[in-house]
């Protein structure tokens, strides 16, 4: 037993931030592996806050927004699935799952290159079942023209010939780039006002971790509809006004909770 699984075992299932916690030690054991970047830490972390405030819970407009996301990605000509470390830590097998149900490749696509990185994401991503994997070998990698950062390098079939990219647990620049240079982006982020959520077509405000899941099981759902009721789920979608109604519900999850807290210390 590896000392994540030691750690685990100790926390009990009871405990209100079971979870959470479980989650958390897999980043960190994705650190000790090569997969997670050591700012994956603090970008996990700052996750773990937003979504506290979200209830820890897959909400109506999460929802929403999923059902528009696998709408879009069964649409697409060419979808693609961009994989980082704190992705590939998480949420691996629904990765795979996900890929084999959309019929998308995963590219692997890091702003921190420390050596080795690749190739660690790369048998967690195997190891999970995953047979098409972009983005691992360097003479079919090509640079966007509007980025600088190491995202700027893309499989030439993978993201560069892309139409519909899903960028789970992005940065705000990549998304922007990639906008710039007319793809659609699909985005999970659990800051419903990053760049990476703003500059969006559609953004599914929770966590990876529920996410994942139910695109999966709505994706093996929706495989046999027809393109012009796709097209309706996703015309019907606005993404703005799904953020938006996303901000007041956590302004009215904070309110009760604020609520709730006094009474407890009333008493």
């Not at 649409?75 to 693609?80: D, G, I």
């Not at 938006?244 to 006094?262: G, M, P, R, S, V």
Request: proline residues 3%; charged residues 30%; neutral net charge.
């Amino acid at each position: 037993m590896n000392n994540n699984e030691n750690e685990n075992h100790a926390l009990p299932k009871t405990h209100p931030r079971y979870q959470s916690l479980k989650y958390r030690h897999k980043i960190i054991e994705g650190v000790k592996e090569l997969v997670v970047a050591e700012a994956g830490l603090i970008a996990h972390g700052r996750g773990e806050c937003f979504d506290y405030i979200l209830g820890e819970r897959t909400n109506i407009y999460a929802k929403k927004a999923i059902n528009a996301a696998v709408a879009m990605l069964l649409l697409a000509n060419k979808p693609v699935i961009s994989v980082n470390g704190n992705t590939a830590a998480l949420v691996p097998e629904e990765l795979v799952k996900l890929s084999d149900a959309i019929n998308a490749p995963l590219e692997i696509n890091l702003f921190y290159q420390k050596k080795g990185r690749i190739d660690a994401i790369r048998k967690v991503l195997e190891d999970a079942g995953a047979k098409n994997i972009l983005g691992i070998d360097k003479e079919k990698m090509t640079g966007l023209d509007n980025l600088e950062s190491n995202r700027r390098f893309v499989d030439v079939v993978g993201i560069y010939q892309g139409d519909c990219i899903f960028v789970p647990l992005e940065d705000g620049d990549r998304t922007e780039a990639l906008k710039k240079i007319g793809k659609k982006v699909i985005a999970i982020d659990l800051n419903p006002i990053s760049r990476t959520a703003i500059w969006a077509d559609i953004t599914i405000v929770d966590n990876i971790v529920r996410a994942l899941p139910e695109m999966v099981n709505l994706a093996h759902g929706l495989k046999e509809t027809n393109k012009s009721q796709l097209k309706e789920i996703i015309d019907s979608f606005n993404n703005k006004k799904n953020i938006q109604d996303t901000l007041e519900l956590i302004k009215d999850y904070i309110d009760t909770q604020k609520e709730d807290a006094f009474k407890i210390l009333k008493t």
